[in-house]
């Protein structure tokens, strides 16, 4: 009788471990579920917020790439613009000096037919002008010339033959009377294409103050300096063409240059010239350099014709066989012609 409650309390503790069993495994699965959803929005934030940050990132580099197009444009568009604006700056200053001129001319004008002068007629002679008491308008002749001198315009430089281009504007300044201070600014008028860009980047570094400097400049930045100096080019000028070909060389290169002797020159278009036209030219001994291009053009002549009408060697023995034949068929035709009259 004693062990039936044993048996019961067995009995009742096997619910009680599947209970427990069941609470547990619900435990773990909400346990398990609730870290599964922690990890998933760990997860799902973190590949939010990288694609946010690869978004942003992306974001930024269209923007700069985008931002450097358009510095790029607009960099191209002042490039294009630039010479326009360039030559409408120095067609407004030539236009402004050209007012400053035609104001000046006008003023002229004016005084010479002022009130205050008055002419006076001696004996059908030409008028003299007297001016009028308390006033000193002295008449210039050279004035009017003056003037109609500077209405000249200067010669262009866009960077190419820098010495062609100072000789000219040394020119031009002497004709128009310029002042040291007048052919600093004649120049940077006359300026345009790179010319112009480079006295702007000169002109920021310092102040060019002087014709000379400005020369100097002007043939440091833009005279060739692989072929050597104009004196070296025009001692090692050679013909490579025809003789006016030769002699055009020969003067773009010794027009700049100063105190070459005309023995110097002489020697110099001699050496140059073809060794064919050299020899006989040197027969020739011309006296100066003008008479030494004369010959060499005549010598020049000489020999293209010679050559070009120079007959073949088969042609002279064709031509000496026809000569033959024909001085003996003239002998033939005379011989027979006796004969006959013989008969």
Same mark, same amino acid.
């Not at 931002?67 to 191209?76: K, N």
């Not at 940077?188 to 020369?215: P, T, V």
């Given at each position: 009788?004693?062990?039936?409650?044993?048996?019961?309390?067995?009995?009742?503790?096997?619910?009680?471990?599947?209970?427990?069993?069941?609470?547990?495994?619900?435990?773990?699965?909400?346990?398990?579920?609730?870290?599964?959803?922690?990890?998933?929005?760990?997860?799902?934030?973190?590949?939010?917020? =990288?694609? $946010? %940050?690869?978004?942003?990132?992306?974001?930024?580099?269209?923007?700069?790439?985008?931002?450097?197009?358009?510095? +790029?444009? !607009?960099?191209?568009?002042?490039?294009?613009?630039?010479?326009?604006?360039?030559?409408?700056?120095?067609?407004?200053?030539?236009?402004?000096?050209?007012?400053?001129?035609?104001?000046?001319?006008?003023?002229?004008?004016?005084?010479?037919?002022?009130?205050?002068?008055?002419?006076?007629?001696?004996?059908?002679?030409?008028?003299?002008?007297?001016?009028?008491?308390?006033?000193?308008?002295?008449?210039?002749?050279?004035?009017?010339?003056?003037? #109609?001198? #500077? &209405?000249?315009?200067?010669?262009?430089?866009?960077?190419?033959?820098?010495?062609?281009?100072?000789?000219?504007?040394?020119?031009?300044?002497?004709?128009?009377?310029?002042?040291?201070? !007048?052919?600093?600014?004649?120049? *940077?008028? =006359? *300026? $345009?294409?790179?010319?112009?860009?480079?006295?702007?980047?000169?002109?920021?570094?310092?102040?060019?103050?002087?014709?000379? !400097?400005? &020369?100097?400049?002007?043939?440091?930045? *833009?005279?060739?300096?692989?072929?050597?100096?104009?004196?070296?080019?025009?001692?090692?000028?050679?013909?490579?063409?025809?003789?006016?070909?030769?002699? #055009?060389?020969?003067?773009?290169?010794? +027009?700049?240059?100063?105190? /070459? =002797?005309?023995?110097?020159?002489?020697?110099?278009?001699?050496?140059?010239?073809?060794?064919?036209?050299?020899? &006989?030219?040197? /027969?020739?001994?011309?006296?100066?350099?003008?008479?030494?291009?004369?010959?060499?053009?005549?010598?020049?002549?000489?020999?293209? +014709?010679?050559?070009?009408?120079?007959?073949? /060697?088969?042609?002279?023995?064709?031509?000496? %066989?026809? =000569?033959?034949?024909?001085?003996?068929?003239?002998?033939?035709?005379?011989?027979?012609?006796?004969?006959?009259?013989?008969?």
């Amino acid at each position: 009788m004693p062990k039936k409650p044993a048996e019961k309390s067995q009995s009742e503790s096997i619910p009680e471990e599947e209970a427990l069993k069941s609470t547990m495994q619900s435990v773990q699965e909400s346990i398990l579920e609730s870290v599964t959803e922690t990890v998933t929005n760990s997860v799902k934030r973190i590949i939010n917020d =990288s694609v $946010s %940050e690869m978004s942003r990132q992306l974001h930024e580099q269209l923007q700069q790439q985008l931002q450097l197009i358009l510095e +790029a444009q !607009e960099q191209s568009r002042k490039v294009q613009e630039r010479p326009r604006n360039d030559h409408e700056q120095s067609r407004s200053v030539q236009e402004h000096m050209g007012e400053v001129f035609r104001r000046s001319d006008t003023r002229d004008a004016s005084e010479e037919k002022s009130p205050g002068a008055s002419r006076i007629f001696n004996s059908g002679r030409n008028p003299i002008t007297v001016d009028a008491p308390m006033e000193r308008n002295y008449y210039n002749p050279h004035h009017r010339n003056d003037q #109609r001198l #500077r &209405k000249l315009k200067m010669p262009t430089f866009e960077g190419e033959n820098p010495d062609g281009w100072i000789m000219q504007a040394e020119r031009f300044f002497a004709c128009c009377h310029y002042s040291k201070e !007048e052919k600093v600014e004649a120049a *940077f008028i =006359s *300026f $345009s294409g790179d010319a112009l860009l480079w006295y702007q980047f000169e002109n920021k570094k310092r102040a060019i103050l002087s014709w000379e !400097e400005m &020369k100097r400049l002007v043939l440091r930045h *833009f005279r060739d300096t692989r072929a050597g100096s104009l004196y070296d080019q025009f001692v090692a000028v050679r013909q490579e063409g025809t003789v006016i070909e030769f002699k #055009r060389q020969f003067i773009r290169l010794l +027009a700049p240059l100063e105190n /070459v =002797s005309p023995e110097i020159q002489l020697s110099t278009f001699i050496n140059g010239l073809r060794p064919t036209v050299r020899a &006989k030219l040197r /027969v020739q001994r011309p006296r100066n350099i003008d008479e030494a291009m004369e010959i060499a053009q005549d010598i020049e002549e000489e020999l293209n +014709a010679t050559t070009h009408y120079r007959p073949k /060697v088969s042609e002279l023995i064709i031509g000496r %066989e026809l =000569s033959i034949k024909r001085s003996l068929l003239e002998r033939t035709t005379l011989s027979k012609g006796c004969v006959l009259g013989r008969d």
